[in-house]
């Protein structure tokens, strides 16, 4: 009967200990919290934002977050999720993570000069993406470009205090963002820059769009990219070996900027790099550039090759000609020579080409007998300085034939899908598309006309777009039938 009475009381034990253990951890579970979408939403804060953020944000952010330290302990669910929840949304419009991200704080807030200003930048990669983060308390900024200086939506060159590798395109000090404030597209200097590189143009800039806050305000969609200048991620020339970057410049004066005049044609040009260039460097320039005069002027295709590089020479002027640059006589047009040989390129500033010009200011540009208004599309454009000789060797003719038509699968794949895939223009707006429509949208950028230089745009994103696509595709038609 004892032993009964035992096992009996064994059972009850167990079974109390049982439903003791079950209530107990009933009664905790149920007070256990899920800070899991707490603890993200602090992870998506970055850490230089009360650098970069604007005061209100960083002031808020920083309210949100020492509450939730200090009462991280007693919070329930239903707090925790709000708390979640309104800091997700204060950082949601720094945190979107379809485009890399560029953070400036300058000292200047104005920056109303074309001088360098003290800056802090950071740069944040797309979420996922195999670049780091890169911050700068000591970086520098300013305002330029020329005619795009002048417009609302300012162009910058931002320069660190170290070489930094920005977004996987190489270590440098310089780097550019491109406003394409006269490009209601805003994606033709990144079609050309594509377009470049695809047919082997050397020393193309690389470049990605990105979402640019200064001084904690949304500012826009910008093309950040390399800038040109002599570097081993750059233009690899050595100009302590007689190597030299040049443009034409019809006229333009920039400080520091040594010019010269061709010595037969007469043609002006700058020199970029080197930037101090002595007396005898400009005598060897000149010389050089005086053979390669010399050369066309005896008509001499053979002696001219030798000069020059064929290959550069004709997909510069292709991509020239099919985009219709506007400048290409004028200024942004550049050259340069490497081990005695005059190459052209890089191509630079397309933002008013493909159409994209004034028809009264750039009236020969956009009118043409029976063709009427708006016929930019319609005529040889870009067959001046050099070019316009090399039109007159039969030579350059037959190879220029050749390879246009070499490159049609190239050209027609800018406007329209193709056996290379989803179009140019249609991939773009796949990545950045929202990008673009921020710029219009949270920004505010205008698509009205508000400079003289660009045609009157169309009055939506999307037309302006489609303009864009319709008139590559009749370019290359007249193109097709003109260069033969």
């Not at 090759?305 to 000609?321: A, F």
Request: aromatic share 14%; hydrophobic share 35%.
């Amino acid at each position: 009967m004892d032993r009964k009475n035992k096992r009996c009381k064994d059972i009850l034990l167990f079974a109390t200990i049982t439903i003791a253990a079950f209530l107990l951890f009933f009664i905790v579970g149920k007070n256990i919290i899920d800070d899991t979408k707490l603890n993200s939403a602090l992870e998506e804060v970055p850490e230089y934002y009360t650098t970069f953020f604007s005061e209100s944000v960083s002031s808020h952010l920083n309210e949100l977050m020492v509450y939730v330290k200090e009462n991280e302990k007693t919070m329930t669910q239903e707090t925790v999720d709000e708390y979640a929840k309104e800091l997700q949304e204060v950082i949601k419009s720094y945190t979107v993570t379809d485009v890399p991200h560029v953070y400036i704080t300058a000292s200047n807030e104005e920056l109303y000069d074309r001088e360098y200003h003290s800056s802090s930048i950071a740069i944040a990669p797309v979420e996922g993406g195999e670049s780091e983060e890169i911050i700068d308390f000591s970086a520098k900024i300013k305002i330029r470009g020329n005619s795009t200086a002048e417009v609302a939506k300012k162009s910058y060159t931002i320069k660190f205090s170290n070489k930094q590798d920005v977004l996987g395109m190489g270590a440098a000090k310089k780097w550019i963002l491109s406003a394409n404030a006269l490009d209601r597209s805003l994606m033709r200097n990144k079609l050309v820059f594509d377009f470049a590189a695809t047919i082997g143009l050397a020393y193309t800039p690389d470049s990605t769009f990105a979402d640019v806050w200064l001084n904690g305000i949304f500012i826009g969609n910008y093309l950040l990219s390399e800038s040109i200048e002599v570097a081993p991620t750059r233009v690899d020339i050595d100009t302590e070996q007689g190597d030299f970057l040049i443009e034409r410049e019809a006229e333009r004066v920039s400080a520091g900027t040594t010019y010269f005049t061709t010595p037969i044609y007469g043609y002006r040009f700058g020199v970029n790099e080197p930037e101090d260039i002595t007396e005898e460097q400009l005598e060897e320039l000149t010389g050089f550039i005086e053979k390669v005069e010399k050369a066309i002027e005896a008509r001499d295709w053979e002696l001219f090759t030798s000069l020059i590089d064929e290959k550069s020479y004709i997909d510069y002027y292709i991509l020239s000609e099919l985009f219709k640059e506007v400048d290409i006589d004028y200024s942004s047009t550049r050259f340069y020579i490497k081990n005695g040989k005059l190459y052209a390129g890089p191509t630079w500033d397309y933002d008013l080409s493909a159409g994209n010009a004034d028809g009264d200011f750039y009236y020969d540009y956009n009118y043409h007998e029976s063709f009427g208004p708006d016929s930019s599309y319609i005529g040889l454009w870009c067959n001046v300085n050099f070019y316009s000789y090399c039109y007159e060797f039969q030579e350059f003719r037959d190879a220029l034939g050749v390879r246009y038509n070499e490159l049609q699968e190239v050209i027609v794949n800018l406007y329209k899908d193709n056996p290379l895939g989803i179009n140019q223009i249609d991939s773009l707006m796949e990545k950045y598309g929202k990008s673009f429509d921020r710029n219009y949208t949270t920004a505010g950028w205008t698509l009205r006309k508000d400079y003289i230089l660009p045609r009157i745009s169309e009055p939506t994103y999307e037309q302006n777009v489609e303009y864009l696509r319709v008139w590559l595709e009749k370019r290359n038609e007249f193109l097709l039938d003109s260069i033969k």
